[in-house]
């Protein structure tokens, strides 16, 4: 049964220090989240984004802005 | 990067509460004990530290402990990792161990009145463990 304890207890603490530095590193390692701007205004997009989500959202925003004649 | 430091720094701040708080102030009761211990034997030394616990306080301190830990465990805020469930079946394993353990101390307490010197010594050991489980469970809380 103390076997069973040390057990879990040296394992759980293990667990839960190498999620923390999972996380940690990941948080780290995070791309930065991209800013579009279009004249005065500028947007965030989300850093989850993939580059072909965010190329897409440039190609309609650029489309948006020719259309309004505003400078991207 | 700052998001990142203000992630980092409130889990270290929600580390120093939780031991602060959760272990430290836990072991109130048993603070009072020490001072009643001191003043029968007119002083203290490492002799009389299992008489702190002798009805077996330090499993009903790591079975709080532990329950502790499951409720952070299992409120997270995304999904279950796989790290989250070991941590959490670890923690539940050792209140079963505190529980079953605390009923075995209770009956030698009533027939004896104290717990002997080994079964100190395990539930020393349990507590310890029971710390060690709680600290991996609210490093790992999300």
Redesign the interface.
């Given at each position: 049964?103390?076997g069973?304890?040390?057990f879990?207890?040296?394992?759980?603490?293990?667990?839960?220090?190498?999620?923390?530095l999972?996380?940690?590193y990941r948080?780290?390692h995070?791309r930065p989240a991209i800013t579009v701007t279009i004249g005065d205004e500028s947007i965030d997009l989300p850093n989850s984004f993939t580059d072909t989500q965010v190329a897409q959202v440039v190609a309609l925003l650029k489309d948006i802005a020719a259309k309004r004649e505003s400078p991207i | 990067m700052a998001g990142h430091k203000k992630t980092i720094a409130e889990r270290g701040k929600r580390v120093l509460f939780w031991l602060g708080f959760s272990v430290l102030f836990s072991l109130g009761p048993l603070f009072v004990n020490f001072l009643l211990v001191r003043e029968k034997h007119h002083g203290f030394n490492r002799s009389y530290i299992p008489e702190l616990y002798e009805q077996g306080e330090l499993l009903v301190i790591a079975g709080a402990l532990c329950a502790d830990g499951m409720g952070r465990l299992l409120n997270h805020k995304s999904g279950p990792t796989f790290l989250n469930i070991f941590c959490l079946i670890c923690v539940v394993v050792l209140l079963f161990i505190s529980s079953t353990e605390y009923g075995f101390v209770a009956s030698q307490v009533r027939a004896v009145g104290h717990i002997d010197s080994f079964v100190s010594g395990d539930c020393l050991i349990l507590y310890l463990c029971a710390v060690a489980a709680g600290f991996g469970a609210v490093c790992a809380e999300d």
């Open positions: 049964m103390i069973l304890a040390l879990c207890g040296s394992a759980g603490l293990i667990a839960g220090v190498v999620k923390f999972l996380d940690f948080e780290r995070r | -």
